[in-house]
Each structure stands twice: as C-alpha cells, then as structure tokens.
C-alpha cells in the first residue's frame, strides 16, 4: 500500500531535550516536505527537500533542522525544543517537478507537545 | 509576503444545506489544489485545477478556478454529515502555499 509514515504519532517532551520525528514514505518520491498546523494558521512549510542530499528552507524553519540521505526518508530534528513549538506535524511527499505540481501525500501525523 | 487568504474559517450547516468557501491569492497562480482533512485526520488531496476559469465536478463537490487564476471557489451541494472536516486550498506560486482552511460542520 502505497503510504506516508510517520513516527512517534504522539510525544510529550520538555524544554531542550532533542528530538527526531521520522518520516519514510515508499512511493519513490523525490519531493518531501515537513508542515506544521496549528489553530488558524493553517499548514506552514518547515523545510523541504527536492531531492537526495538536497534540502532548503520553508517558512518556518527555525528551530528545526532536516536531513535527506536517502530518498525514501526524511526525518525532521529539534535540537533544542521549546514550547512555542508544540503543534501538529505532517510529513509529504509527491512526485518532482517543483512545488506544487503534483498531489501531495501526507502521513498520519505527529502530535507533538513541549512542556 | 505571497499570501492564500480562505474564507470562512468556519460554517456550521444544517445537512441538506449548500456549502461554500473561497480562496484568494495575492499573486497569479500556476495551479490549485484542494485537501480535505476529517477531525483528527490528516488531509487527503480532492482535485487540482490549472487552466484559468476552469470548472470541475467531482459528485456534490464543484470547484472553480478564476480567470485570472488568483482565486478558487469549492462548493458543496445538500451536504452530508460524511462531509465534515477542513477543507485546504493550496496555491502554487513558484511554491505551495495553503490557506488557513475552512472547518465545515454539518448537523444532521
């Protein structure tokens, strides 16, 4: 079944300890991203990667670190969490050719919570 | 910044009750597409529309894309209580911006 995932689904963290959410996705994607929800904001893009050993900047990138070493996985790092960053993750992927041309696929979701 | 501004936030229907939202952007689109994300889900994509004025059906669910590609409509016809969620639009501007959405609830 062709499928997003991500893990864990819920974390209860605190203040500076680090964290990895992971995603994997097993579709052959070049294109995955990282979003974050949160109540009237709608989905704001953390960082994405267009490709293997290529990632860049979302809209909200700070605080968060990526990396893309192979294709199928994409693993979103908080080196320092803080409460500002308790929200809703989702990870995507779709096929290339740039942003937005294409459906993208999310996973289930990381509920994350940071005390 | 580029900005897809999605209006209401939020519409409380009674089931049988016509359903609409509106996206605009403040700049041309390349294309759009519209998520539907049920309570407690994650969103799943409904369709994507590329030529300007075009129109598409999928059922009760019509989506238009405007004439000059800088706003997008998604309407719902006699809801159903299976339509409840948040509805995304998501504009492509050289990158993919969502709205805020719009949480459709529906009493039966």
């Known amino acids: 079944e062709a499928q997003v995932t991500q893990n864990p689904r819920y974390l209860i963290t605190v203040t500076g300890k680090k964290l990895t959410v992971t995603c994997s996705q097993n579709?052959?994607?070049?294109?995955m991203s990282w979003y974050r929800q949160d109540p009237g904001l709608g989905l704001r893009q953390i960082y994405y990667?267009?490709?293997?050993?290529?990632?860049d900047k979302g809209d909200v990138p700070e605080g968060y670190k990526v990396s893309r070493k192979e294709k199928r996985n994409f693993p979103l790092i908080l080196e320092s969490p803080s409460p500002n960053q308790t929200s809703l993750y989702f990870c995507a992927s779709s096929l290339s050719g740039g942003q937005g041309q294409y459906e993208q696929y999310f996973g289930p979701g990381t509920r994350l919570t940071v005390t | 910044g580029q900005q897809v501004m999605q209006i209401p936030q939020y519409q409380h229907v009674q089931e049988g009750e016509d359903f609409t939202t509106y996206c605009n952007s403040s700049?041309?689109?390349?294309?759009i597409q519209w998520y539907k994300q049920r309570p407690g889900g994650h969103p799943v994509f409904l369709i994507q529309?590329?030529?300007?004025?075009e129109v598409k059906k999928q059922k009760r669910l019509t989506f238009q894309f405007g004439e000059a590609k800088k706003n997008s409509s998604l309407h719902i016809t006699a809801t159903q209580t299976t339509d409840v969620g948040t509805y995304f639009c998501?504009?492509?501007?050289?990158?993919?911006?969502f709205g805020q959405g719009t949480t459709l609830q529906v009493k039966p």
């Open positions: 700049t041309t689109l390349s294309n």
């Open positions: 579709m052959n994607h070049e294109y």
């Open positions: 529309l590329v030529k300007s004025g």
């Open positions: 998501a504009g492509n501007t050289g990158k993919l911006i």
């Open positions: 990667s267009m490709n293997v050993e290529a990632t």
